[in-house]
């Protein structure tokens, strides 16, 4: 089993001196989904909700949970993303939530793209709040995951 990376010797919080890594491109997408009443769907579809636009403003949540991701989450670093999408879309019991997150840097982009998805539909749940009680959040994954050495990025 590999070990914890951010507990030091004495079992206490550290984060991670990743200095001595190479630079890599870096990506990761992660995705997740909301269960809502199909009375709710039919509001944000029709762009009905009390709220405004239910898919633009968890969009740029999104985006934006992903560029704040340090300040969220204690040891992650603080990291300049080149790219983040982040796409929501109608299923029929509710809606899915994907997020892509590009980097060139150190260490991965998985908290990131994580992040994003998870805010993305809690702005959801946020905008559709008033209109639905029972809504379920669940689903929430790591998709994918990739390095690639910059040399290797430049020959393709």
């Known amino acids: 089993m590999a070990e914890l990376t951010h507990i030091d010797e004495q079992g206490r919080a550290s984060m991670v001196d990743v200095s001595g890594k190479k630079p890599q491109l870096r990506i990761a997408r992660a995705s997740g989904r909301i269960l809502l009443a199909d009375e709710t769907l039919a509001l944000i579809r029709g762009n009905r909700t009390p709220k405004g636009s239910v898919l633009s403003v968890a969009q740029i949540a999104g985006i934006q949970a992903a560029k704040q991701t340090h300040h969220l989450i204690p040891l992650c670093h ?8 982040v796409e929501l879309r109608l299923e029929a019991h509710g809606i899915v ?9 150190r260490t991965g982009v998985e908290m990131e793209a994580l992040t994003a998805v998870s805010v993305a539909l809690l702005t959801v749940y946020d905008m559709c709040k008033a209109v639905d009680k029972k809504m379920e959040i669940t689903d929430i994954r790591l998709t994918e995951k990739t390095k690639t050495d910059l040399a290797d990025e430049v020959e393709r």
Do not use: F, M, N
């Open 78 to 85: 603080p990291l300049a993303l080149t790219k983040v999408d």
């Open 97 to 105: 939530a994907e997020s892509r997150v590009v980097c060139t840097g």
